[in-house]
């Protein structure tokens, strides 16, 4: 069977087509036909007695016509009835998040991920590339930032020693990998906040950067960028600018998430600029650096994302488009934005962050998620996106155990849109062999809908976070800062 259910399965009153040995894709289908009346991810997939013939709007709906024919022939008992399948998307834009700054995944492991994702229809990369515990990108003007940036002492796991970027030709090869299987590919470089790495690598680049370290552990860090400097806001530029070049794709993310601003409130320069520019807060603050930065992507001819921050997103010029994790904002106020022209892509944590245990994010939740709220206008709806934070998620291991199965029902949910849940159980059963192909061995079935004392132990485990969150290290150097500040 088919993931993403298609959108429409029409019997043929006809034979079905037995399955030879060795049969592939290539050796089952008799024709291939470009139908200029199709849109561009649209295709039709007839199967009969003799073989498939497909006709498809683009090069782009030939290959998720193919993929679906592999999916048959993976997926059947020796054959496949005869049918015509007419496909095409609910939702233009279908996205996956990895985290790989919290934990490094190599090239390598980066291109099964994107595998998987043209294997279930995906077509957006978006890789959150920096943050406190990690910078993973080579930035040629300024080497320090991810060779000191990039290496974190301990992590919460074994406590051991944790290392990885990409060189630049790593993220062209990233970058060509997606091209080729149709999947565009997102930067995110997250500022002002989540910038410890880069303060770690360049003390001048923090308010106070002076003995900072890479994060060694959870929660958001009081280390933001000292926007107050323009030394600061001119190296970020040239992050930006290097980045813009290798992801050569429409889009930039820029984070702009869960920023604190005691940093800035005790800092000299940001205190002037602030003056400078009669702010009225630091939210007026930041919001100030995000457009600056915004508006200098757009001289690079980027779409510039941001990640939704409840107190900021009034303040932020109307073209930068939200990326709405929901991070405080209610769903009501969101489409109240939406529908005065604000573009938005939706990825909310609850329940399309695949770190979060079963428990909180089950599978039927998943699957059941309508990502464009009732009543929010479609037009400005660019699509949807799972993320996979990496904090508590070390390796591929663990990843796949958390992505599988709940990445083929956001799959589902995005590309077909009226699916039924107890259809995509019974077709997730077929893709044990598609799966493998992915090093997936085992659906997780006990873990799809915790109950009782397991769901317990997994709310424990996930509330157990909070415990390394580091907030009170925030606390103490804090208050080592602000003596600090009174003394100069
Ligand atoms: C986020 O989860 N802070 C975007
Ligand atoms: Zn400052």
Redesign the pocket.
């Given at each position: 069977m088919i993931i993403p259910k298609p959108q429409r399965i029409i019997k043929l009153d006809q034979a079905p087509y037995v399955v030879k040995a060795g049969d592939n894709a290539q050796a089952v289908l008799q024709e291939a036909i470009l139908d200029t009346t199709l849109s561009q991810e649209s295709y039709v997939l007839t199967i009969g007695v003799d073989g498939a013939k497909i006709s498809y709007g683009s090069e782009v709906s030939k290959a998720y016509a193919i993929k679906s024919l592999e999916q048959l022939l993976s997926t059947c008992d020796g054959t496949i009835d005869a049918m015509q399948v007419e496909d095409e998307p609910s939702i233009n834009y279908r996205g996956y998040m990895l985290d790989v700054s919290r934990y490094f995944f190599t090239v390598e492991e980066v291109f099964e991920q994107i595998d998987f994702m043209a294997e279930y229809k995906f077509n957006a990369l978006h890789l959150h590339l920096t943050d406190d515990q990690g910078w993973r990108v080579e930035i040629k003007s300024h080497p320090k930032i991810a060779e000191i940036g990039s290496v974190r002492y301990r992590t919460l796991f074994k406590l051991r020693k944790h290392t990885g970027y990409y060189t630049q030709e790593d993220l062209k090869r990233i970058v060509d990998y997606a091209h080729s299987r149709n999947i565009i590919v997102i930067p995110e470089v997250d500022l002002p906040g989540h910038f410890q790495s880069a303060v770690a690598a360049y003390p001048e680049l923090g308010c106070y950067g002076d003995g900072v370290k890479v994060a060694e552990n959870f929660g958001v860090k009081y280390e933001v960028a000292c926007i107050g400097k323009e030394t600061t806001v001119s190296l970020i530029k040239d992050v930006l600018k290097e980045l813009a070049e290798i992801f050569t794709d429409e889009y930039f993310h820029i984070g702009g998430?869960?920023v604190p601003s005691h940093r800035w409130s005790h800092c000299p320069y940001c205190k002037a600029k602030y003056e400078a520019l009669g702010c009225k807060n630091w939210v007026e603050y930041q919001a100030h650096f995000m457009n600056e930065l915004a508006s200098y992507l757009k001289t690079l001819g980027k779409k510039v994302i941001m990640?939704n921050e409840t107190e900021i997103t009034g303040l932020i010029d109307k073209d930068v488009i939200w990326?709405y994790?929901q991070?405080g904002l209610k769903e009501e106020d969101l489409v109240k934005e939406v529908n005065n022209g604000r573009k938005v892509i939706v990825s909310c944590?609850e329940p399309y962050?695949l770190d979060l245990p079963y428990s909180i994010n089950g599978l039927k939740r998943v699957y059941e998620h309508k990502p464009c709220f009732d009543g929010m206008n479609r037009n400005n709806f660019i699509g949807a996106e799972t993320?996979m934070?990496s904090e508590l998620v070390p390796n591929m291991k663990v990843l796949k155990r958390r992505a599988f199965p709940r990445l083929l029902a956001v799959a589902e949910g995005i590309w077909n849109g009226s699916g039924s849940y107890d259809d995509f159980i019974e077709a997730l059963k077929t893709h044990r062999a598609v799966l493998a192909r992915y090093g997936v061995k085992n659906t997780p079935k006990c873990k799809y809908e915790p109950k009782g004392l397991i769901k317990l132990a997994l709310n424990l485990w996930w509330a157990r976070r909070v415990l390394y969150w580091g907030g009170l290290q925030n606390v103490i150097t804090n208050a080592k800062i602000e003596k600090l500040s009174k003394r100069r």
């Open positions: 998430d869960e990640w990326q994790w991070g944590c962050y993320c934070w």
